[in-house]
């Protein structure tokens, strides 16, 4: 039995043997690098600069098994045992073919000068023909005379430096080291080596003497070399990513020194920032609209979406950039144009550019375009176009609305200002008054680990931004601990004897519905934006917009329960905001999407209308026969009512409806999204004139959301916007990086990324 068991364990002894000894060499090979790259920094011994580290692998494991230096001048292999004793052997002694030992160049001496008395000698195994000078970085001399001896003598006074480098070694400054053909020694001064730029002149003297070292020995280590067709591939690669950084990554970078390096490094040309901002950019753009415009032209039929018509502040000014995208039936999304607006937009002039962009994309044949999705800047401009063109469905983005219903709460819930209200008397209290603000930060560093202030908005003309309102809530929730050991300190009770401020502030803490006031408001806020979160990620189609309202009414209504919050003011809020962005096609697409059948009790999957209110279900009606003809008007409903009673083949609806679960998120999503679409056009082929008005609602989007340019382009822009060569520029790389963004489905920018990268880092 014993002996089974000392079997058993000696493979896991010697796995572990191994990974120990793997470790140690990993170690080892570590410490020797950074011992290197110090010392190419001038921090350590000069024999670095030729002795490369190397990490040699067991072929069968691929473990680390052991440590080699490599010369770099004649790619000779040693034990790294001791690198000393390497560079003495090999390179000192004449052994590598092409290293110099008697003038080693200048960057690779240490620094430290050495004390040598005069007449000292020190004999080398090399013989020379004739003597020579050479001087150190520190100002050292090396004397190498014709007898095979070097000497090494203190550093030179230079007081009238010599006009050049060879008058230095060749006329000697009086009390300077001397030297003949016998290799006899004059006297030597003990000053240092002084020139007339001072320190900074080092570096150039090693450039110096580097130079005259490869004049020497011109032998290099060969770089890559590539193909003609690598060369031209690379450089494509190159501009691809430039142009879909839109604007992170400026042209002009290309022309830095560093850059040119690295370009050099790995084999590549210098790169023309000149023809990638003009004629390749010119190719690559009309490349990738020509690719557009044939998907687009392949498509039976369109959504415009239309994003940005708020004003954002520019350097130069109040400008604004305008996405115009276009959403196929597949759920691919195409980038079209961009429009630069600056100051009022009146609603007519929004009309107008969208209708241009409709009539761009598709010529004559209008019907083309199913409708069109904007965040709502005007509504008047879509409804104004949906009534002159009867087939179109225009909706305002629900990402847009569920924003706008935490200003409708910040404006009319008396929570809110309440909440607010308290919350500034409280910050401001803490921050203002120098004894507690002191005593606060004591404790919030005991407990948080920070000492920050609590974040205060300021006014803007009797208003108060709620996106910083609520980072303030963040905050006195955050410290609500550390605020509570305040009211027990001495100091606190300091103050309150003096202040009825503190007297005030101090009751506010004490007071639990205080916290649960405001907890009430932060815990609404961050559910509502959790689901524009959402929204924004997933970009729901139109029929999910009632799914969507009716979700945020229950998590509301929990809400409210949980803090004791009155439902009547909440639900009239969402209700006004409900009306405001509703649209008859969110109820229309919800019945058609055979993703929202429910299975009844004789196990037909029927549309969902006992979900509809009453005006909602003549909604349906009243839409349906809008986007028919006049003669198919009656034959629409007569199909309505069909589809209304017997649904859909059961097969077919566990088919659309099959889940599966999203490996990146976790959540469960609709395995087939195409699916609902797909059985009006293959399956439901007896219900024609219906089958048309489903084929192109329930495939519109219901969010604006889309590509998101980059902060650098738009200053860039704002700067260089009135040029009219800049602008072409910028709208060709717009195009670009947006389509290729869109094709990846990447909709969020390098500043969103950027911030969370930093945000993870700062957790870790």
Excluded at 32 to 41: F, N, P
Excluded at 362 to 383: E, P
Aim: charged share 25%.
């Amino acid at each position: 039995m014993a002996a089974t068991s000392n079997t058993s364990t000696t493979p896991v002894d010697s796995v572990s043997a191994d990974e120990l000894a793997a470790k140690a060499v990993q170690k080892r090979y570590e410490g020797l690098l950074m011992v290197r790259t110090k010392a190419i920094k001038g921090k350590g011994a000069w024999y670095w600069a030729h002795l490369e580290p190397m990490l040699v692998r067991n072929a069968d494991t691929g473990l680390p098994k052991a440590v080699k230096l490599r010369c770099s001048l004649c790619d000779a292999v040693f034990s790294a045992s001791n690198p000393s004793r390497t560079a003495s052997e090999h390179l000192k002694r004449g052994t590598c073919p092409n290293f110099n030992a008697f003038a080693k160049p200048i960057s690779s001496v240490s620094p430290s000068p050495t004390t040598v008395a005069a007449g000292t000698a020190t004999q080398t195994n090399r013989k020379r023909s004739s003597s020579s000078v050479t001087i150190t970085a520190t100002g050292q001399v090396l004397v190498a005379s014709g007898s095979g001896c070097s000497y090494q003598a203190t550093p030179l006074a230079i007081v009238d430096p010599p006009r050049s480098f060879g008058e230095l070694a060749c006329s000697p400054s009086p009390g300077a080291v001397m030297t003949a053909s016998d290799g006899s020694l004059a006297p030597q001064n003990q000053h240092h080596l002084v020139l007339s730029g001072g320190k900074e002149d080092l570096g150039a003297l090693a450039m110096l003497e580097d130079s005259v070292k490869k004049l020497k020995t011109p032998k290099t280590s060969p770089g890559p070399t590539l193909s003609k067709s690598q060369i031209e591939c690379a450089v494509d690669l190159l501009a691809d990513w430039i142009y879909e950084c839109c604007g992170s990554v400026s042209f002009s970078s290309l022309e830095h020194p560093k850059f040119r390096a690295f370009l050099n490094q790995v084999g590549l040309p210098p790169v023309s920032s000149r023809e990638l901002a003009g004629s390749r950019l010119d190719v690559k753009y009309e490349e990738v609209k020509a690719e557009s415009v044939a998907r687009i032209r392949d498509a039976m039929f369109f959504q415009l979406s239309s994003d940005g018509w708020k004003v954002r502040s520019f350097a130069s000014g109040d400008r604004s950039l305008v996405n115009l995208a276009v959403n196929l039936p597949n759920g691919t999304s195409l980038y079209r144009s961009a429009a630069f607006v600056s100051g009022f937009v009146p609603s007519k002039y929004a009309e107008e550019v969208l209708w241009e962009t409709v009539t761009g994309i598709c010529g004559n044949a209008v019907q083309q375009c199913a409708g069109i999705v904007a965040d709502k800047f005007k509504a008047k401009a879509l409804r104004n176009l949906e009534n002159q063109h009867h087939w179109m469905v225009n909706l305002c983005c629900q990402f847009q609305g569920f924003n706008s219903l935490i200003k409708d709460f910040n404006k009319d819930l008396p929570l809110f200002k309440t909440v607010t209200d308290n919350a500034l008397k409280l910050a401001n209290f803490i921050n203002i008054t120098p004894q507690i603000r002191i005593t606060f930060e004591k404790y919030l560093l005991h407990e948080c680990g920070s000492t920050e202030f609590l974040r205060v908005p300021l006014r803007d003309h009797e208003s108060l931004n709620f996106g910083l309102v609520y980072t303030m809530i963040e905050d006195v929730l955050n410290s609500a601990r550390a605020l509570q050991l305040v009211l027990l300190d001495e100091t606190y009770k300091t103050v309150s004897m003096e202040d009825p401020v503190a007297r005030e502030v101090a009751e506010m803490i004490r007071d639990m519905g205080f916290w649960n006031d405001l907890e009430a408001v932060h815990s609404l806020v961050k559910l509502i934006k959790e689901m524009v979160q959402e929204i924004e990620t997933e970009r729901p189609l139109v029929g999910q917009c009632l799914p969507l309202w009716e979700d945020l009414r229950t998590k509301v209504k929990d809400w409210c329960s949980k803090f004791h919050i009155a439902e009547g003011p909440v639900e009239k809020l969402i209700e006004r905001r409900f009306k405001k962005n509703y649209h008859p096609a969110w109820a229309a697409a919800y019945i058609l999407d055979p993703l929202y059948l429910i299975k009844d009790m004789s196990g037909k999957y029927l549309p969902p209308f006992k979900c509809l209110t009453v005006e909602q279900e003549k909604d349906v009606d009243k839409l349906i026969t809008r986007l028919v003809s006049r003669e198919e008007a009656h034959i629409a409903l007569m199909e309505l009512m069909k589809w209304r009673t017997e649904g859909l083949d059961p097969v077919y609806a566990r088919a659309v409806q099959m889940k599966e679960r999203d490996p990146i998120t976790g959540k469960m999503k609709t395995a087939n999204p195409q699916s609902s679409r797909l059985v009006w056009e293959t399956y439901l082929t007896e219900l024609k004139s219906l089958g048309k008005v489903a084929v192109r609602l329930i495939f519109l989007h219901a969010t604006s959301c889309g590509f998101k340019c980059n902060g650098s382009l738009l200053r860039w822009i704002g700067a260089h916007g009135h040029s009219r060569v800049g602008m072409e520029r910028a709208q060709k790389l717009l195009f670009i990086t947006a389509h290729s963004k869109l094709n990846r489905r990447v909709f969020s920018s390098e500043e969103d990324k950027d911030a969370e990268l930093f945000t993870l880092a700062n957790g870790a």
